[in-house]
């Protein structure tokens, strides 16, 4: 029987039709083989849509130009088209699918349906305006030009590298004041006037799919009701850390911006060392509990040592290999892009690219040579290892469990590169360095958790901004100030200048236009922690009993044990719920904020007692 069904998939690809076959004449009485049939020909042409799609809007991502933001729209059209036919017929010929006996074809045809009905749910001339209108946020930010603080007739200033830098580098607050003020009012305030029309499309494809809005259509990938609640529950569980630190950094920094405090307790947003104030490890300096300390700022060594961009991913991938993992394959060293050309404008936001076809791979980054992007790039290639240890998956299930996943992988391996211990290893800190002193622990931890703890709250409060938009919680005309309420709530931070709802700052953050779900670094942040903890174990590496061996100071590298426990989860893709995936990893089968407070647990313990010598009691008004 199979071959009547493959003549008729065969003359309707000569038609070329999007439509898929209608086979139920081919197996009246046996619907589960006639879906495993549709469903090996729908991969087949997904993969191609896929792979037409991804090429598309590489080219525009590495070449912004109308001709390739034309093509990309084209074939993400012409994706989307598919993914409705594809969706249209599942529904039709496959009405009992809840009744299939096989666990793994119910999963495979629910999350097409799903994906069928996002975007592709709309008319075709809907659906290009829509589109459009993602393009058009897009190209606002990634276009963007400011004017310079010292000469306000150059307006030639890129967010990176140009504002990134002053944004690091600068302790002079008027300057900070000026890039803050200038990227914000230049990518938000023009942003703005789409954003309402992007919640009302965003919202009709939720809604076409039973979702009650577009908030909720994204929190099915984490499949639970009470996801929201449990994400509140964590942050609970890890602000009075987070607190902790505030309290002793707006201690410091005041030393520097006295006059820039009030007793609110706030602190302004740009005095952080980042243009969100969503990471802080650039403000290092200004807040090292031990200057006379070796840092583990390795950005002099690795330019001493002749460190390029290349060499950056040749180190991380080799970190990868020692685990027992796979290797980068050809294709992706030919054709990413590692750094940022000089001859047209690019989308510099760092990302990996899976193009569905099982073998091209790449990563997109314009990389400096700095202790950060070395953490960056091993970031990025995790993503990729992932692509790669679910490749054989059907296209549905490549991707991560949840998508918290796809961002903790690489974070977890760097957990274990940032190590002193690592870096020793690989020759980027002298030997003489020690490795378990405890002021130089307490330096690393403070290094540390300025960018893993001080992002939390922010991880967390992007989406739940956008949650508010999406449910109708808040109006267009609250759309700025509920933004900074949310941020002083959570992290405790204000705006430099007076805002207002002709601003539009949340605007000015790279997911907010380009319509990327952001929960997932907020999970990724606890759950990395989590298999860093089960890792180590399996390295031997760490001993909860044994003070030599802390795990904030565990690195993996080399160790077989500990790659194959990874790649065991990593292969599973999105192929079973991922509490699945999460106790192959850790043994545990929900998110555990432990294992966070577990790593910090020295450095919180300092800070508790610091701020009492301070006087600098945790909070905010």
Known sequence: MEWRVAAIISLWLIAGAYSFPSVSDSFENDLESQARLFLAEYDRQSSEKCFNAANANWNYATDIRDETEKIKLQKSLENSKFQKEAWKNITIQFKTRENFQDPVLVRTLKKIAIIGTSASALPEERLKEFKQLQNTMSKIYSTA???????????????????????????????????????????GVPIRQYYKPYVDFSNEIAKTNNFSDAG??????????????????????????????HAYVRAKLRDTYGDQFTEDGLIPAHLLGNMWAQSWENIYSLVVP????????????????????????????????????????????KESLLEKPNDREVVCHASAWDFCNRKDFRIKQCTVVTTKDLITVHHEMGHVQYYLQYKDQPLIFRRGANPGFHEAVGDTLALSVITPKHLKEIGLLDDSTPIDDYETSINFLLSMALEKIAFLPFGYLIDKYRWDIFDGTVEPSNYNAHWWKLRREYQGIKPPVERSEENFDAGAKYHVPADVEYLRYFVSKVIQFQFHRSLCLEAGQYDPEDPRKPLHNCDIYRSKAAGSKLAAGLAMGSSRPWPEAMKVMTGQDKMDASAIREYFKPLEDWLILQNAKLAQPPGWQ
């Open 145 to 187: 030009k400011t004017c310079a603080y010292e000469d306000v007739t150059e307006c030639n200033l890129s967010l990176d590298p140009d504002l990134t830098k002053i944004m690091k580098e600068s302790r002079d607050e008027q300057q900070l004041r000026h890039a803050w003020k200038e990227w914000h009012d230049k990518v």
């Open 290 to 333: 031990f200057p006379e300390k070796t840092s583990i700022d390795v950005t002099e060594q690795m330019k001493q040592q002749g460190y390029t961009p290349l060499k950056m991913f040749q180190v991380s991938d080799e970190f990868f290999t020692s685990l027992g993992l796979i290797p980068m394959p050809p294709e992706f060293w």
């Open 216 to 245: 909720a259509f994204w929190l099915r990938e984490y499949e639970s009701e009470t996801f929201k609640e449990e994400i509140e529950q964590l942050w609970q569980t890890l602000k009075p850390f987070y607190q902790q630190m």
